[in-house]
């Protein structure tokens, strides 16, 4: 048995265990997730290997031998974690089927393979519907606050989330920052040593107090004179002592403020890219202003944390522990007198933590209400204007504004009590102090030069104490804002790249559909869908709205991944392909054109960054954009607003054609890439289209049925099957769905003709700086 990891960190196998798992598998069977087990039953370091396909679980132990479970209804897993060590059970109805015992560093991948298993499972145990049964009206699917999965129909539980260990408290998720502090550990450790050394120098000048007490004032005052050599020893050593930790401090700060906030970088950029990976599934049970919350300020949070109050952290701890030896060192019963209040602090902390950290978690929350306000708002301020919205959305914002401010004053009003009475029982615990400490002195016990150098200590002791009650609150906002990034991480995407990606170079463009199915939770998308295209045919898909159009391109795009059934191309399931490689070679010109703030040439070369202008501009040419980009002020350099503002429809439109066909893709979806155009412009991309689509595969969803007469062959789709496919022509004689729906386009296009003096009247006043029918 190898004794390398089999598994990376985003799950992928490696190594020849990868190699050995692959031989294991049936044809046409895909691994879905994968687990490094590196401890054996006795606890020891051992390299193992658990994986689960589409089919069953397979398990390695460390001594080579092959186990496997095939997925079945009552199947379940269970994930555990205790002292580091994390648990995973395969159970039945009846008993434990298998254990395996793993180092929390594999708990993501952990995590990873409890989702899918919990979501195959799940399908498994789906009753299949009964023949001839109605469609389901579409309605809204209740999704789990929690993870945003679908919910099962006629249930409150969301099966990922019963099946969920436990979170630790919040505070502790902080330990999980750990991963992005791996890599700069020698610096950390330095740091370290630098705050060791530079506490240890501020702990000496209180101790050269007694010498300068007892040894020089007391004598002094009671006649003696005072040894000049031993001031000007004792006056340079505080001197040195000083500049000592002033330097050892500086040293200390820099080198962890860099690293704090290489950290934080680490964690802003792993977050964002986990994010990308994410399926579109996720992005659609979360808001903008969320999200965007999370990546800034929560990462600003914890960068605070880490740059500023962990250090003063470790330095209040290791004073207190320094301060508290010193103590004992001198005179044991005033030390003990010293720890007074530490019971009652210890106490004060434990109950108002959990207050502070529910506080804050909701303080996030509310929080994000105000950033989505914002996020809907400003990118359609064009809408909110339309409709003189503005008051409305000012109102909005002002409710969410004053709800956080209402949940600030809650959390504020436990807060404002805890500093101060920190502060009052350290202030007792100096006046007991001074009492026994007089006493000792009367009776000649200690010294007054051991007295006021205890008090010396003890003013920095206390202060370190009353410094990490105050970090409590910044340690909590940190632990909810690390809670909140940890959501993101560990969420799995439901569109996952294949443990062992299949390679293809070449596409050619065949694209075979096999008894494919979709659902949305326990509404069926798409259902028994079967469907051959081949390389370089160009089909358009009609149909009415909702009838599974928009979701099959989704599905061939791999926005979502099917759940029944399989799209193969050129002969190879898309789920055993990477996700980025499949789609370079799939151009998407969707609906509603998307533009990004930056130049022409910028938006135009976005599939492919280091296209030349020479290219840039054939490709503006083939979507007939060439001409009005040479119509603006800078041409190709000339800037676009924010969501393309400054362009019409029609602009924004060809610029995303040109986009997509820059990347000169083996397949071209478009859906309804033509709705956004004026009828004149639709004709001069149809011209460039029947070019550009010979030897690529094409599926085009178009509003106007007219657009598609030239597709090789029309599909026609109802409640998410295919009713008819065909040729235009042939379709028609057949007059069955396609003509019924092209007969009552054209009736429509009659009529808006008769009446198309009011349109052009219309157009003209709400637009009176462009002539009617301009895009």
Not at 178 to 190: H, I, M, N, V
Not at 414 to 432: A, D, K
């Amino acid at each position: 048995m190898n004794n390398d990891h089999p598994v990376d960190a985003f799950g992928v196998l490696t190594g020849p265990a990868g190699a050995e798992l692959q031989a294991e598998l049936a044809s046409g069977e895909n691994v879905t997730a994968a687990l490094g087990v590196d401890l054996s039953a006795t606890m020891r370091f051992a390299p193992g290997l658990l994986a689960l396909t589409d089919r069953r679980l397979i398990a390695r132990d460390p001594e080579g031998a092959l186990r496997q479970w095939p997925l079945e209804p009552g199947l379940s897993v269970r994930l555990l974690d205790h002292g580091g060590v994390g648990t995973l059970e395969l159970h039945d109805t009846r008993q434990r089927l298998a254990v395996w015992r793993f180092t929390l560093g594999a708990h993501a991948q952990a995590l990873r393979l409890v989702q899918k298993f919990e979501q195959q499972i799940a399908w498994l145990g789906r009753p299949p519907a009964p023949p001839g049964a109605a469609e389901a009206p579409e309605a809204e699917e209740p999704r789990c606050e929690t993870c945003q999965a679908v919910l099962p129909p006629d249930s409150e539980e969301c099966p990922a989330c019963a099946r969920a260990p436990v979170q630790p408290p919040s505070t502790w998720v902080l330990l999980r920052l750990w991963r992005f502090a791996r890599p700069y550990r020698k610096q950390l450790a330095g740091g370290f040593a630098l705050t060791l050394a530079s506490t240890a120098a501020t702990l000496v000048p209180p101790y050269l107090t007694i010498p300068l007490m007892d040894d020089i004032l007391i004598p002094y005052q009671n006649g003696q004179e005072i040894p000049v050599h031993l001031v000007a020893l004792y006056l340079g050593g505080l001197l040195l002592s000083a500049l000592l930790a002033w330097g050892l401090g500086w040293a200390r700060t820099y080198i962890l403020a860099l690293v704090s906030e290489r950290i934080g970088a680490d964690l802003r950029t792993t977050t964002y890219e986990h994010l990308l990976k994410l399926s579109l599934d996720y992005f659609g049970g979360k808001r903008t202003g969320d999200l965007m919350a999370r990546i800034g300020s929560e990462t600003d949070r914890i960068n605070v944390f880490l740059s500023l109050h962990a250090l003063d952290f470790i330095t209040d701890v290791l004073m207190i522990l320094m301060t508290a030896g010193i103590l004992f060192s001198i005179n044991p019963w005033l030390a003990l007198v010293t720890l007074v209040p530490l019971p009652f602090i210890a106490w004060l902390i434990h109950n108002v933590r959990d207050r502070l950290r529910t506080g804050f978690e909701k303080i996030d929350r509310v929080w994000s209400e105000v950033t989505n306000v914002l996020a809907d708002t400003i990118p359609g301020i064009r809408v909110v204007k339309a409709f003189a919205q503005e008051k409305r959305e000012a109102q909005r914002f002002r409710d969410a504004n004053q709800h956080n401010l209402e949940v600030n004053d809650r959390l504020n009003r436990t807060w404002s009590l805890f500093t101060p009475t920190v502060s009052l029982m350290t202030e007792i615990g100096l006046l007991v102090v001074w009492g026994f400490g007089i006493w000792l002195v009367a009776h000649n016990q200690i010294t007054v030069g051991v007295l006021a150098a205890f008090i010396a200590y003890i003013g920095r002791f206390y202060t370190r104490l009353d410094s990490m009650s105050r970090i409590v609150s910044v340690t909590q906002k940190a632990a909810a804002g690390a809670k909140r990034i940890f959501d993101i991480l560990d969420h799995v995407s439901n569109v996952p790249d294949p443990v062992l990606p299949v390679k293809m170079d070449h596409v050619r463009g065949a694209i075979a559909m096999r008894n494919l199915g979709f659902r949305y939770g326990s509404r069926s998308v798409i259902k028994g869908l079967n469907l051959d295209i081949r390389p370089g045919e160009m089909i358009g898909l009609v149909g009415h709205s909702g009838s599974g159009k928009s979701t099959l391109v989704n599905l061939i795009s791999r926005f979502y991944d099917a759940t029944e059934g399989s799209i193969q191309v050129d002969g190879v399931d898309v789920r055993r392909l990477s996700v980025a490689d499949y789609r370079r070679h799939i151009g998407l010109v969707l609906q509603e054109p998307f533009l990004f703030f930056g130049t022409i040439a910028e938006n135009i070369a976005y599939g492919k960054p280091d296209a030349s202008r020479e290219e840039i501009v054939a490709a503006a040419r083939a979507a007939h954009a060439h001409e009005f980009i040479l119509r603006l002020p800078h041409g190709y350099d000339s800037l676009v607003g924010e969501r393309g503002q400054g362009l019409s429809g029609g602009e924004r439109q060809r610029i995303s054609i040109a986009r997509a066909l820059l990347i000169d893709p083996r397949i071209l979806i478009l859906d309804e890439a033509t709705s956004a155009v004026d009828t004149e412009t639709e004709k001069e991309i149809q011209k460039a289209l029947d070019n550009l689509v010979q030897g690529r595969t094409t599926i085009a969803i178009a509003h106007r049925l007219s657009t598609l007469r030239k597709a090789d062959r029309l599909v026609v789709m109802d409640r998410g099957e295919i009713v008819e496919v065909g040729p235009h022509d042939e379709l028609m004689e057949k007059q069955g769905a396609y003509w019924r729906l092209y007969e009552a386009q054209a009736r429509r296009a009659e009529e808006d003709a008769q009446a198309s003096g009011l349109v052009v009247v219309d157009s003209s006043l709400l637009h009176p700086s462009h002539p009617a029918g301009a895009s």
